[in-house]
């Protein structure tokens, strides 16, 4: 006797399915910890801030001196004993092999040729730890590039690596993308770097430095910068489909779908209580030995 | 009934010849291919988002696993990176160290090339040599930092500890016998007609097109250009070192493999010297336990096995992890002239290309 059987209607899926959906509500105790900073290397914004210590450490100094003075009268009028004078406080000397690389002004011929024959275009040339910074107008990184490359003075045959950074706490742009440029026959390198608002779209490297391709695609993917003029301009590390751009800071590490298994988060003692059972089939004293 | 038409293939990503999880669709016309399109991602971890939420101390880890077969390389250029972010001298016993290790590493990898890129092409002898002597030196790692592949060799300042009692006396050992086993694969492939006519002249790539695309290592050089970081931007201990950049003008497979061993033997020439005059001294600068960083940018560049490998670190002021890291990996620039080399051979012939650029897909993908 055949019974039959009713087709079922498949169960309504709990949480949003495939594997690339991102459900950032799921997951709201992961917050995203954004920067409050612009970690942007540039001997002007340096040269700023030092002054600007300076100026302050001198104010300082100077109401210590003021109120040394208020207080030596005081106490003279008093007949009380004279207030000690202050001492000027010198920076601690940390006793270590480190020696951080501050930003220097640019000597160097190849920044100051790339200065000369770009002009206005060039926002600031400065090194840092021994490498050469140039930082041009975004409009102009082509005319720079082909400047580096072509010009026989500095024959940069080169595109050894670009990328970018995202500085979400920055006003007036949002990514610096940097290109490293190699001289084989020289022997030296240079950074080139421009800095680009949400939504700009630079010229791509690919014609004059055919090696950008991949790693102008790789920005895209990682940052959502896109590139004019690029041959191929599609993901390559992540799928076609994946949704956002994971070297965005506000791109979170873990999010839903993670498995998050935290010893010290296992209140009611679940997991311990497994793993005691676990090590005492496998004959493993895990209990701590009481103290006297 | 033959029919004209031209067919697309998938060679990987599964496929033992691609050396991991690499894709490459091919188009062909008979056994000719006509167009070749690499397809990578398949191994993408987020090393770089992950380190971004790592120490300076803990992202050393992560570099382990990119270049799994060459990490000691991995690890010298995070280890480089970080202390020119920082401006720490390291001890010159240290660098010695570093760089002893470093071209032991150089060995291993490209003995695992010699034994993978013969068997990819036929040649099944010389897989079981090369591992012979790579599994020495695996062992010589694990006597140094208790790993093999995975070794996270360095600290940032120099090294947790110096060598181990007895490496100096195996290091030699392994000197001792490693030149006469180099002579045993030339016996093997060198004027071996097979092995010749499989290589010669097959995925070509001259110079301009190299610098083009920015491949960097033993291809750049087998076309010609003696292009090597160690020379000409040298770090650790290498500007003290005394060796050859071994380069060939036929920019062919062939002219690769014949680099790549000659890049053997100049490795064993500098841990020679490193064993020779290793000084004594201390091998860890005086650092603070937390290193904290002030504004800065720096792009440190080594030579890998496979080329140009990089570290570009940007830190902000007080933090205790990089800003952004970035890796420019020499396989995944070097990966990019795949299509160059075999458009318009044969079949065949993408196996021996892929072979011969020695691509590790855990760094390509990151």
């Known amino acids: ?292 | 009934m033959f029919k004209n038409e031209e067919m697309e293939i998938n060679l990987g990503p599964q496929h033992p010849s691609t050396h991991g999880v690499l894709r490459v669709k091919l188009r062909l016309d008979g056994e000719t291919v006509t167009k070749c399109t690499p397809v990578i991602g398949y191994l993408h971890r987020g090393v770089e988002k992950i380190c971004e939420n790592k120490t300076f101390f803990q992202g050393q880890v992560w570099t382990d696993r990119m270049d799994y077969v060459a990490s000691i390389s991995n690890n010298l250029g995070w280890a480089e990176g970080v202390e020119k972010l920082f401006g720490i001298e390291t001890p010159r016993r240290a660098r010695y160290i570093r760089t002893l290790l470093t071209e032991q590493n150089r060995l291993a990898s490209h003995l695992l090339w010699l034994a993978t890129h013969a068997l990819d092409i036929g040649a099944m002898t010389v897989f079981l040599y090369a591992f012979r002597e790579r599994e020495y030196l695996l062992d010589l790692f694990e006597a140094f930092c208790g790993a093999r592949l995975t070794t996270t060799a360095f600290r940032i300042g120099g090294l947790r500890e110096d060598l181990p009692p007895g490496f100096i006396k195996n290091s030699q050992a392994f000197q001792d016998r490693f030149l006469a086993c180099i002579d045993e694969y030339e016996e093997l492939l060198t004027e071996n007609r097979i092995w010749k006519k499989r290589t010669v002249g097959v995925a070509k790539l001259n110079a301009e097109d190299c610098i083009a695309l920015g491949v960097t290592g033993p291809v750049l050089r087998a076309a010609g250009v003696p292009y090597d970081i160690r020379k000409a931007f040298p770090s650790a201990a290498y500007a003290e070192m005394d060796f050859e950049v071994p380069t060939r003008t036929e920019a062919d497979t062939y002219a690769r493999y014949l680099v790549r061993l000659a890049e053997m033997r100049q490795s064993h020439r500098i841990i020679q010297q490193c064993l020779d005059g290793l000084p004594e001294g201390p091998v860890m600068a005086k650092i603070p336990k937390i290193l904290k960083s002030e504004v800065n940018e720096v792009y440190h560049p080594i030579e890998a096995p496979k080329g140009e490998l990089g570290y570009y670190f940007v830190a902000e002021k007080g933090g205790t992890m990089p800003y952004r890291m970035h890796v420019r990996a020499p396989s995944f620039v070097n990966l990019q002239a795949l299509p160059k080399m075999t458009e318009g051979r044969l079949l065949a012939d993408v196996i021996a290309a892929i072979g011969t650029l020695d691509v590790v897909l855990g760094e390509i993908d990151r």
């Not at chain 1, 799921?26 to 917050?31: D, L």
């Not at chain 1, 040339?125 to 082509?142: D, N, P, T, Y």
Request: charged residues 30%; negative net charge; contains cysteine.
């Open chain 1, 1 to 292: 006797m055949a019974e039959s059987i009713e087709p079922q209607a498949p169960a309504a899926p709990e949480a949003p399915m495939g594997p690339y959906v991102y459900d950032y509500a799921a997951a709201p105790f992961r917050q995203v910890v954004m920067p409050k900073t612009v970690p942007l290397p540039s001997f002007r914004t340096y040269t700023a801030e030092v002054a600007a210590a300076a100026a302050a450490d001198e104010a300082k100094w100077a109401k210590q001196l003021a109120d040394f003075e208020v207080a030596k009268t005081k106490a003279e009028a008093e007949g009380k004993d004279a207030p000690k004078p202050p001492v000027r406080a010198v920076p601690r000397k940390d006793d270590n092999d480190m020696k951080t690389p501050w930003p220097v002004a640019a000597t160097d011929a190849d920044l100051l040729k790339l200065q000369e024959l770009l002009g206005d275009s060039v926002e600031e040339i400065f090194e840092q730890a021994g490498e050469r910074v140039c930082q041009v107008k975004k409009e102009a990184i082509l005319e720079a590039l082909k400047a580096c490359r072509e010009e026989p003075s500095l024959k940069y045959e080169m595109l050894a690596d670009q990328s970018a950074t995202h500085y979400p706490a920055a006003k007036d742009f949002a990514f610096s993308i940097v290109y490293h440029l190699t001289s084989i026959s020289r022997s030296k390198r240079l950074r080139l770097r421009i800095l680009v608002p949400e939504g700009f779209i630079p010229e791509s490297a690919c014609d004059l430095y055919p090696s950008a391709n991949w790693m102008e695609r790789e920005i895209y993917d990682m940052l959502g910068i896109r590139f004019a003029n690029h041959p191929d301009m599609t993901r390559i590390l992540c799928p076609e489909d994946w949704e956002g751009y994971p070297l965005r800071k506000e791109y979170p590490t873990v999010g839903w779908g993670q498995r998050d298994i935290d010893f010290r988060d296992d209140r009611g003692g679940v997991l311990n209580r497994l793993a005691m059972e676990k090590a005492g089939q496998l004959g493993i004293n895990l209990k701590q030995p009481k103290a006297d």
